[in-house]
Nanobody, 125 residues
Framework: QEQLQESGGGFVQPGGSLRLSCAAS????????MSWVRQAPGKGLEWVAD????????YYNPSVKGRFAISRNIARQNVFLQMGSLEPEDTGVYFC??????????????????RGRGTQVIVSP
């Protein structure tokens, strides 16, 4: 099983920005849709965004739409989550995950083959 490795988390003030990265093989990125999900302290897993294998379709949780952008770069073997206008409610551990097919899904936190260990994001004054 391939290991997905997230990075880029940290501490940021409200209104700030962060870019998360997820290392994955180029084969995975070419063939499968990828997702970002997050888990706030004491809460369950929340879907954030999806990108399909062709990178021409993206879906976003309404709570992040217009503030976050998912993308992927096959040559760099990474999936990215650019996060802006961060709010304290965005605090949590962010995971990237591989979908079982090439189609992006919306509002789905169960259809994954596997996910990484996550990277912590803290948004606080």
């Amino acid at each position: 099983q391939e290991q997905l490795q997230e990075s880029g988390g940290g501490f940021v003030q409200p209104g700030g920005s962060l870019r998360l990265s997820c290392a994955a093989s180029s084969d995975t990125l070419r063939r499968y849709a990828m997702s970002w999900v997050r888990q706030a302290p004491g809460k369950g897993l929340e879907w954030v965004a999806d990108i399909n294998a062709n990178a021409d379709t993206t879906y976003y949780n309404p709570s992040v739409k217009g503030r976050f952008a998912i993308s992927r770069n096959i040559a760099r073997q990474n999936v990215f989550l650019q996060m802006g206008s961060l709010e304290p409610e965005d605090t949590g551990v962010y995971f990237c995950a591989k979908r079982p097919g090439d189609r992006a899904l919306s509002d789905d936190t169960s259809n994954f083959d596997y996910r990484g260990r996550g990277t912590q994001v803290i948004v606080s004054p």
